[in-house]
């Protein structure tokens, strides 16, 4: 039975190394860059390889022979490389990659034969062509070291749509309670509560959120020194077409690899950079701080719709918290704009119709829950 089920199993590697083969084959023959052609015939020679080690092992079970043809998706997927070019189709390439990636992990032949490491290597270079769509030039290689280039605008959206959350999830609780025809003392009340709630909760789901970022960040840098140290060379050659992939000239990038991995202080940083698009020094910020700025921020949003309760009651209290409401989601509107590229007045309505639209929901919920209640 466990003959059997190797039999399987190696075939079905086999059929997807015979797929790869075939696409980058076809990603090759249709890329008019010879930088990035040149790095599609390497991965698809590289896939040739596995597919010949499957056949191997096919053969030490009795199968002699297999010559499997192309799947139908690497076939259509390879027919619209070809009809549209590389470019339609890198991102599911890279999608699939990107799945696949553990797919020898478990298999102890595989992982003997270092198809997981090369399986990880086809991944991001594959995404790094994904990422730049036709290649940058060779002067532009300062600008090459990662993905999180865009960290301020990044903060700025992360402080608009925090400080949004707050408001609009303790506008429409503060509404709905209101709806039920609650004393100015109990709105109070349940405000201050959604707003303590809330925060602690987005504060502790950004702590575990960045302290999970942080430990996939060491473990993929743990990996990629213990690939260094085992296989320096063929580390060399992944960044050398990674760098191809994304548009330098196969001396230049040879040059450069050479290079940044001569100094062994810098290399695994380098790897990590490139490869994985971590900043080793950062991986990720700090987990107290992103849960304090979390904390911060929903309970600023939130402080708003409830602040007039602490002052008034009755329907006074509730227009004012509405309109009060209303000022600072417009204002977040026009914040949202800033990294939308969306004209600031139709954020800025857009926002308000949001809220507005949120608090009547519950206002009319807790009418509804307060009429039954009374009953």
């Given amino acids: ?25 076809a990603l090759a023959d249709a890329e008019p860059d010879p930088n990035l052609a040149a790095v599609y015939r390497k991965l698809a020679s590289v896939e040739g390889a596995h597919a010949q080690f499957w056949r191997t092992r096919l053969d030490r079970q009795g199968v002699k022979g297999v010559q499997l043809s192309p799947s139908l998706r690497a076939r259509a997927t390879s027919w619209l490389a070809r009809r549209f070019g590389p470019t339609f189709v890198l991102p599911a390439i890279a999608a699939g990659e990107a799945h696949d990636i553990d797919a020898y992990d478990r298999q102890p032949d595989a992982v003997a034969g270092g ?4 399986e990880r290597s086809h991944a991001r270079i594959i995404e790094a062509a994904a990422s730049t769509g036709r290649g940058v030039a060779g002067p532009e290689v300062a600008v090459l070291e990662g993905r999180h280039r865009g960290a301020g605008g990044n903060s700025l959206r992360a402080a608009v749509l925090g400080a949004n959350d707050g408001l ?8 709905g309670v209101a709806g039920a025809s609650a004393a100015a003392h109990a709105v109070l009340l349940a405000g201050i509560a959604g707003l303590v709630a809330g925060s602690c909760s987005m504060a502790m789901g950004e702590w575990l959120s960045v302290n999970s970022s942080r430990e996939l960040y060491k473990k993929q840098i743990g990996t990629e020194a213990q690939e260094l140290e085992q296989s320096p060379e063929e580390e060399k050659e992944e960044l050398v077409l990674i ?4 548009g330098l000239p196969e001396g230049q990038a040879k040059a450069l690899a050479e290079r940044l991995l001569s100094d062994k202080s810098t290399a695994l940083d380098t790897l990590a950079r490139e490869e994985l698009g971590i900043d080793p020094d950062a991986l990720g910020g700090s987990a107290w701080g ?34 009060l409401s209303g000022i600072v989601l417009a204002g977040i509107g026009i914040g949202t704009s800033l990294f939308t590229g969306r004209g600031a007045l139709f954020s800025a309505t857009r926002q308000v119709l949001i809220g507005y639209i949120a608090a009547i929901i519950t206002f009319s ?11």
């Fill in 1 to 25: 039975m466990a003959e059997i089920d190797d039999v399987r199993r190696f075939r079905t590697n086999l059929q997807g190394e015979v797929d790869g083969e075939t696409v980058y084959g």
């Fill in 115 to 118: 198809l997981p490491t090369d």
């Fill in 168 to 175: 609009v999830s303790n506008l429409s609780l503060v509404m």
């Fill in 243 to 246: 760098y191809q992939a994304k």
């Fill in 290 to 323: 992103a849960a304090t700025a979390s904390f911060f921020l929903f309970a600023f949003g939130a402080i708003f719709p409830v602040a007039p309760f602490a002052f008034m009651s009755g329907w006074t209290a509730v227009g004012t918290s509405l309109a």
């Fill in 365 to 375: 919920v807790g009418r509804l829950a307060g009429a039954v209640i009374a009953g």
